[in-house]
């Protein structure tokens, strides 16, 4: 009992983190919190333009508002903790801390497993079913789905994290990786954890391939009804709809399943911050640009933004010209109003 009591009393971790400061470093440290201004530009643009352009308000941009959420939740939950370790030299985080993390982790993750398939499934109505689309995917079922994906994402957190944080942890407090991961920080305790590295290995399966079985047969089913098109126009603008929602899946899932479904005696420490370093920062950053190039009705959007800030300016540079410069103009307006009414009245009988 006094040993489970001394396990148990550590009240911190040691995050040892991404980088160290060598002048490399420094630049890769420098890239990411450019990436992160990127990912949080690029994904609060997404969600500001979809909640004000009236052309956005369908279920696809309205999945693609939470997706972009969701990212930027993500990359905040890992990159401000991980540059103020580095700048600050240590990576002390707290035990009640790493529980946080673990959670906003895992929850976020499985709230995009599932949102993407959410998001393959819409395009799959779209296409296949166009003159009930907007029946089928109405705004009840839209919150619905987005309820979902945070309910699994939340329960699923919620184990994980508490699990993790049950087992007594003594020696070492150094977890070898930026942020806390359960396998790395399942590597400190000082019990028996292969039984719950086996569930978590099965959980993280399910909650990749069950999401990922559903996204592979819509796409499938949409191959197939494209396939069936007489126009090939309409067939071009169908692929041209699944492309980008294609490529972001292939990032997110690829490196997911690299991370989690593979054998822990197949991972080094390396291999796992960078395939997390990944999904956690590359992915979140891409999104936005992926959505944004390859979509022309957000570019649409963007420009129609971009024309408005400009006429404000023009607007507000008006507004700054001098008094005596701005009354001077209006005097000759004025004037400019009388000579013209004086014409109209005498070519016309009022």
Known sequence: MALVKNQTCISHFILLGLFNHTPLHLLLFS???????????????????????????????????????????LISTIVPRMAIDYLLGHGSISFTGCGLQILFFVTLLGDECFLLA????????????????????????????????WLSGLVDGLIQAIYTLSFPYCGSQEIDHFFC???????????????????????????????????????LLILITVLRMHSAEGQKKAFATCSSHMAVVSLFYGAAMIAYMQPQTYHSSKQDKVVSAFYTMITPMLNPLIYSLRNKEVAGALKKLLGRCWESGKVTSLSCVPLKESSMLGKGILLKAKVLLGELSESHDW
């Open 31 to 73: 890239t990411i919190m450019v990436m992160f201004l990127v990912a949080l530009f690029g994904n609060g643009l997404m969600i500001f333009l979809i909640n004000t352009d009236s052309r956005l308000h369908s279920p696809m941009y309205f999945f693609l508002s939470w997706l972009s959420l969701m990212d930027l939740m």
């Open 181 to 219: 991961d359960i396998p790395a920080v399942l590597k400190l305790a000082c019990a028996d954890t292969s039984l719950y590295e086996t569930m978590i290995y099965v959980c993280c399966v399910l909650m990749l391939l069950l999401p990922f079985s559903i996204i592979s047969i819509s796409y």
């Open 118 to 149: 959410f998001m393959a499934y819409d395009r799959y109505v779209a296409i296949s079913n166009p003159l009930r689309y907007s029946v089928i995917m109405n705004r009840r079922v839209c919150w619905l789905m987005v309820a979902l994906c």
